[in-house]
Each structure stands twice: as structure tokens, then as C-alpha cells.
């Protein structure tokens, strides 16, 4: 066929193991420890004779075909990717001699299996071309989908946590069946806006009175006007770590990258964009930078909480039942109460989850060549002046800093955890390039 410029079918397998792990893991080993006598030897890892080799299985089918003398042509690739004996760090108790002076590290395991399964594209275009000028485009699309296969049991989950003070929470959990490192807490239903919230009425036609924190009452220094209402999960009337929840996944559905570069006789132009759609991240920053209550507060919104008044200024102002929230459509924030008895601030919850979807104008680049005549007479070979920047713009409805937050720690269950991260800078870069 004449505008069939060029066709190949790839089929792929491939074994591969993992390397990303201590040296002599299965064995214990000696490790120097500092002593008020000096420095002593002491067991510095816990060993585990059982360690097996991780090992990754990938299939992969592709097709690669040109069109049009070449000017358009596509990569296309679909794969799957099972990783056996998962190799994890496994944390134990303290009195087992994980914490303290003198302590050795945790264990590595085979915790499980793992399946990855996806498809990557690639289209190159030459859309212009003649003497002066020229035009090509290049766009990929990727989407990637895991699941978690097996663990020690059934029932078995991985929770990771951070602890930016003296509590420890627990951001993600990964599970059988699920995808890895999903966010794990509470769902915000509602807030106590008024006092007939506090009560609802069963199937029975009965009025019950809406779950609240275990342990806490109906009070100023309990549960209150203006605070937040957590979804009961299971029903048993009370608020606890049993009614935590997956509450977003840090995955995004595809990410995708749209450059173009333009050429007109010595000058080019180069344009990248890329994003990301449909990723989560845990803005962990506004639990500390929003709550009004705390003098660490930098945002503007933290000014907009909810605000309390009684409903008849004759009747006492200590009584929920004359108290309301007048500004209940203007803002999803807590009232400012005497403490923080329903952990409004500092539950894991999915009012801190947020669409961190973003475009972004990655890269500008624009150069001239210098004409070969001229450059010629100088002796020289190639002379060519440029200026770039990098992360020019970024396009996104996420609150933090960067809607890129990668993964904390580089542990991948702990992606799109943002804690502060830094953002990626914003570079200029000028240039000149010459050949002798």
C-alpha cells in the first residue's frame, strides 16, 4: 500500500529481580554501637533466613506503524507486569529491640504479589514541512492500573504513617484487592450547622442522635455548635479509628505530554506541556497552616471559619440548642471552639483530599543558528545562542504548593502524601553553543 510507510508487530517477556535492597538481608550482621565504654559490637539488622528473590513478570504487546512517507506515526504498546515475593522493610514493636540506643533494623519480607497493567502510546507528526519552515508535534499518553494480588493473609494490610508531631497518623493502607498506597481516614458528611443536626430520625420513625467522637458528649468542651459531623460507618453510634475509610487514591486515571517544535530558517521553537488526570493528593500542609485556632495559620481562608450566635439573646448562650452557625454557605470550616475535643484539625479525613490533576508548560526553548557562511569565515563549525525555561506555568485547582508531590521518602506507598514538599523550581537558562 503506498501510504503504509512502514509496519512491526513486537511481542515482549521478560523475568527481571530486585536489587533496590540491603546487602546480605537474610543474614544478621555485626554493627559498631557507641557505649559509654567505648565502641561495641551489637547485632545491627534482624535477619530473616527465609528472604527469597523478588522477581517481576512483564508481557508486553506492541505495534509501531508509519504513514504518509513517515510524517505520521504511531507507537503503541499495552503491558502487564505480576511482581511475586514483594520485598518490604517489616516494622516491629519496639520491645523487640527496633527502637532505642542500640537498636537494629527491621527485618526485609516477601509480603505479597502485585499486578501492573497499562497502556503507552506515542504519535510523532510532521505536519509542515519545506524550505524555511518546518513543524513536528510529538503527544504520549500513558495510563497505569495496579492491584494488590496477595499479602501474608487475607486480611492482611500495610499502613504507613507520619508523625510531623506527637501523634502518629496513619495516611495510607493497602489492601487485597485494592490499589497500593490508597489514602486511608475519615468522610466529613456534614456540620453541625444548627441544634436539630445533632438528632435524626430512624426508619422506625424514632429520633436518634447523630454519632459523635467516642467518648464525648454534647458539650463546649465535647462536641459542639460548628463542628464537623464524621460518617458513622458502621453503625455503632459512636465516632472511632472503625469508621475510617479509603478516601482517595493517589493514581492518576493517565498522564500525557504535547510538545511542538517549529523551525524558520535559523530560528527553532520548542513547546512542551504535560499532566496529569485524576490523581489525588493528602494536603497534610493546611492541617497546621489553615486551622485558625493555631498561630501557625498563613492562609486567608483560615479567617473564613464558621461562625457561632445564639438564636435568642434572652435564652443562655452555653446551650447548643440556642446556638446556630450564621454563615453556613460561605464556608466548609469548623468554628473556633475552646479546644479541639472532635479532632476537627487532626483527623485524617477526606476534607484534606484534593484533585491534584495539572497542565503544565513544562519546557520553552528558543534558538538561532548563526548562518554556516558567517560562521565559516570565523572558522568555526556551529555557533548557536538559545534561551530556555523550565516549569513555566502549572495549570491546577490543588491548594498546596505543587500538584507534583511524588512520593515521600521515595516510598511508593506513600505517594501524593504533601507535607511541605518543595516545589519544583522554575528555571531560566541562557546559552551559547559553538563547534570548532
Known amino acids: 500500500m503506498q501510504w503504509l510507510y512502514n509496519a512491526k508487530l513486537r511481542l515482549g517477556w521478560g523475568k527481571t529481580g530486585n536489587q533496590n535492597v540491603t546487602d546480605y538481608a537474610y543474614m544478621a550482621l555485626l554493627a559498631n554501637k557507641t557505649t559509654p565504654w567505648g565502641v561495641g559490637v551489637l547485632t545491627g539488622n534482624t535477619a530473616n533466613p527465609k528472604l527469597t528473590w523478588e522477581s517481576t513478570s512483564s508481557y508486553n504487546l506492541g505495534v509501531d506503524f508509519g504513514v504518509l512517507q513517515n510524517r505520521i506515526e504511531l507507537v503503541a504498546d499495552l503491558y502487564y507486569k505480576k511482581t511475586d515475593n514483594l520485598l518490604l ?22 509480603v505479597g504479589s502485585i499486578e501492573n497493567k497499562g497502556i503507552e502510546l506515542t504519535l510523532n507528526t510532521t505536519n509542515i514541512t519545506n524550505r524555511d519552515f518546518t513543524w513536528t508535534s510529538n503527544v504520549v499518553f500513558s495510563l497505569n492500573r495496579n492491584k494488590v494480588k496477595s499479602l501474608d493473609t487475607a486480611n492482611s494490610s500495610i499502613e504507613k504513617t507520619y508523625q510531623p508531631s506527637s501523634t502518629n497518623y ?17 468522610k466529613v458528611i456534614g456540620r453541625f450547622d444548627k441544634p436539630e443536626d445533632f438528632y435524626y430520625h430512624d426508619a ?13 458528649t454534647i458539650a463546649q468542651s465535647s462536641t459542639w455548635i460548628g463542628d464537623y459531623i464524621f460518617e458513622d460507618r458502621n453503625g455503632d453510634g459512636k465516632i472511632n479509628a472503625e469508621d475510617c475509610t479509603f478516601i482517595g487514591n493517589p493514581e492518576p486515571k493517565f498522564t500525557w505530554g504535547f510538545g511542538n517544535t517549529f523551525n524558520y530558517k535559523g530560528f527553532d521553537l520548542n513547546v512542551m506541556f504535560s499532566g496529569a488526570y485524576g490523581n489525588k493528593a493528602l494536603n497534610l500542609t493546611r492541617m497546621r497552616i489553615e486551622d485558625p485556632r493555631q498561630n501557625s495559620n498563613i492562609l486567608r481562608s483560615s479567617l473564613n471559619f464558621a461562625r457561632v450566635a445564639v438564636i435568642d439573646p ?18 466548609t470550616l469548623p468554628a473556633l471552639q475552646r479546644t479541639d475535643a472532635n479532632a476537627n484539625f487532626t483527623r485524617i479525613s477526606d476534607l484534606l483530599i484534593e484533585d491534584a490533576s495539572y497542565i503544565r508548560l513544562q519546557n520553552i526553548s528558543f534558538g538561532y543558528t548563526l548562518p554556516r557562511q558567517l560562521v565559516n569565515k570565523l572558522y568555526l563549525d556551529n555557533v548557536r545562542v538559545y534561551f530556555s525555561a523550565q516549569n513555566v506555568y502549572t495549570w491546577t485547582k490543588y491548594k498546596g504548593l505543587d500538584p507534583e508531590v511524588g512520593a515521600m521518602y521515595g516510598d511508593a506507598l506513600m505517594t501524593g ?20
Open 89 to 110: 522493610q517489616l516494622p516491629l514493636p519496639g520491645f523487640l529491640g527496633s527502637a532505642g540506643h542500640g537498636a537494629a533494623s527491621n527485618p526485609w519480607g516477601n
Open 170 to 186: 496513619i495516611v495510607t493502607k493497602t489492601v487485597v484487592g485494592q490499589p497500593i498506597g490508597q489514602f486511608w481516614g475519615y
Open 204 to 216: 422506625a420513625g424514632n429520633l436518634q442522635q447523630v454519632a459523635i467522637p467516642e467518648g464525648n
Open 314 to 331: 434572652s435564652l443562655p448562650d452555653n446551650d447548643y440548642r440556642n446556638l446556630q452557625v450564621v454563615n453556613p454557605g460561605s464556608t
Open 417 to 436: 502524601v504533601d507535607y511541605g514538599r518543595y516545589p519544583s523550581p522554575r528555571i531560566y537558562t541562557f546559552g551559547l553553543n559553538v563547534s570548532f
